[in-house]
């Protein structure tokens, strides 16, 4: 089955620490974001990337960073320097044509300690 | 700039009856998509319906329509004969052509559908 699969589906955070969270799709999709959801919010945008090896900031960057080493993968690190790092994420991947479709795996749901 | 309101925070209906959930989009770019998403309580976001700015027309697809409108700005969702699996929260979202691979969303429509 194609689609996007995010792991861990839990995970928590011990101050000080750095956790990743791993998305990998198999659909072939040029395009991967990462998205930050709070209770009763909308999603923001983290970071995307339309190609290998390359990725651009979204509007809350700070205190994140990734990578895109492959196509199919797009890992997101929470550092320590994100104060506030208790959210729900998701990722998602498209096309990256411009009436692209975005896809979403089924999110991390990541806690402080 | 691009932005999306959902001025509807939650909304309950009794099973069976229709339910509308609105969405204001504001853009300056004359090509743009509009999107709609359903979250159920899992948490993944479920493709609904993507619709471009050239195409005003309505669609009807089983229990769900759209009512896409440029002079409003409103790309309006209506459930019909809500079902409990109906529950979950709705979203509306956005991308323009100056920068397509950015998708702005609302802050959510949370729909309650009770038995």
Known sequence: DGGITQSPKYLFR????????SCEQNLNHDAMYWYRQDPGQGLR????????????KGDIAEGYSVSREKKESFPLTVTSAQKNPTAF?????????AKNIQYFGAGTRLSVL | AQKVTQAQTEISVVEKEDVTLDCVYETRDTTYYLFWYKQPPSGELVF???????DEQNEISGRYSWNFQKSTSSFN??????????????FCALSA??????????????LNVKP
């Open chain 2, 48 to 54: 609904l319906i993507r619709r471009n700015s050239f």
């Open chain 2, 97 to 110: 052509r100056i920068h397509f691979n950015k998708f702005y969303f609302g802050s959510g429509t949370k």
């Open chain 1, 45 to 56: 945008l983290i970071y995307y990337s339309q190609i290998v090896n390359d990725f651009q």
């Open chain 2, 77 to 90: 969702f209506t459930i019909t004969a809500s079902q409990v699996v109906d529950s979950a929260v709705y």
């Open chain 1, 89 to 97: 994420y998701l990722c998602a991947s498209s096309s990256g044509e």
């Open chain 1, 14 to 21: 011990k101050e000080g620490q750095n956790v990743t969270l």
